[in-house]
């Protein structure tokens, strides 16, 4: 009777220690144990965030500081790309990321979403001057249209998806983008709406959504490592930064 006592006794030890582990090894207890939260972002999508001279910029970024800041922590912003956006969370370079990220059934296979905080589904973007020229899905996906995407996110996706006649080329660097549809080396870009809104109003005029409206739903969400935790650690404080106003404010300063 007595060893078996000591065996109970050895092994609620042993849970109890096992337990004490892994709650400090939780993703939430090392953000705060290191004072420090690391957001993975790709500095290429205004504007939501956008790198020059080595300084991140936008909506998300902004965003990324005030959590950390309402949970007297710091930020570190690392840097990642679209193509390994995934493998980089899975590889714990960041606990979460931030950069206009959509909300997709094979994103969340494999990482959690906090809940949406804009719609942002696909939209075209073409020159001005020839806004109503596309006011069709048929004279967008139109043998004679090129058609520009950047590649690895749900752009390139939809595109690879959707589009059947269209002239299709890949343009790696996102921030120049919009620049061939300026200078007549591409008539159209399929992006988010958000994006679409954000280039037409910096282009002065020379850009602006195509006629033919929004051409599918979508939601932006933060993505994060799959934990309860760190779940509810994010979507608390999202939801007192909508309900404050303070997501408003943030978003009237940047559209």
């Known amino acids: 009777m007595q060893r078996l006592l000591l065996n109970i006794k050895i092994f609620l030890f042993i849970f109890i220690t096992n337990t004490a582990i892994a709650e400090n090894n939780s993703i939430v207890n090392n953000i705060l144990l290191n004072n420090e939260i690391l957001v993975g972002t790709t500095g290429d999508y205004p504007p939501f965030s956008t790198l020059e001279n080595n300084v991140y910029t936008g909506i998300d970024i902004d965003m990324a500081k ?51 905080y804009i719609d942002n589904g696909k939209r075209a973007i073409v020159r001005c001057s020839e806004s109503n020229t596309y006011d069709t899905w048929s004279k967008i996906d139109n043998s004679k249209t090129r058609l520009i995407v950047n590649p690895g996110g749900t752009n390139d996706k939809y595109v690879m998806k959707h589009i059947k006649n ?23 870009m399929i992006t988010d709406s958000v994006e ?47 309900v404050s106003g303070n997501k408003k404010a943030l978003f009237d300063k940047y559209l």
């Open 66 to 116: 005030a959590l950390a800041l309402s949970k007297g922590i710091k930020v570190r912003f690392v840097h990642t790309t679209w193509k390994t956006l995934m493998s980089d969370l899975n590889a714990n370079k960041f606990q979460i990321a931030m950069s206009g990220i959509s909300i997709t059934h094979e994103r969340e296979k494999v990482a959690s979403f906090s809940h949406s």
């Open 166 to 188: 269209a002239q299709v080329r890949i343009f790696p660097d996102n921030t120049k983008i919009f620049l061939e549809i300026i200078s007549n080396k591409a008539d159209v």
């Open 196 to 242: 679409v809104y954000y280039q037409s109003r910096l282009s002065n005029g020379i850009l602006c959504p195509a006629s033919l409206k929004k051409l599918s739903d979508g939601k932006i969400g933060i993505l994060m490592q799959k934990d309860k935790n760190l779940n509810e650690f994010v979507q608390s404080w999202l939801s007192e930064f909508e």
